[in-house]
């Protein structure tokens, strides 16, 4: 059985990228262009989860979302990785508890 990424992006060219990227590495892929996918994660069941900090159209943001899976007992070991461009996503994923992020000002992991 494969490892399940959710990948949670507005940018349908973003999901499209990294759908291509994770599925040729053998991944199965969960897209979701809205943050509502977070709502199911019990019942996706990802081994990490790619979130975007800000998602249009979304009733809350990524940081938000991923505060909210980290203080879940049921989720909280689950790790979430921020894909960004904002300048400051290490202090986002900080606050967010995030395990690592992705943007062109930063690189960081803690697993």
């Known amino acids: 059985m494969s490892k399940r990424i959710l990948a949670i992006d507005d940018d349908e060219d973003i999901l499209e990228i990294l759908n291509i990227v994770f599925q040729e590495s053998g991944y199965d892929v969960i897209l979701s262009n809205t943050g509502e996918a977070a709502g199911h994660i019990q019942i996706i069941h990802p081994d990490l989860i790619l979130l975007d900090v800000n998602i249009v159209g979304s009733l809350k943001t990524g940081s938000e979302i991923c505060k909210e ?43």
Not at 71 to 100: F, H, K
Request: net charge negative.
């Open 69 to 111: 899976i980290k203080s879940n007992y049921q989720t909280a070991d689950l790790p979430v990785m921020l894909v960004s461009a904002e300048p400051d996503l290490d202090l986002i994923a900080d606050g967010c508890g995030a395990n690592s992020l992705s943007g062109s000002h930063s690189t960081f992991m803690n697993y």
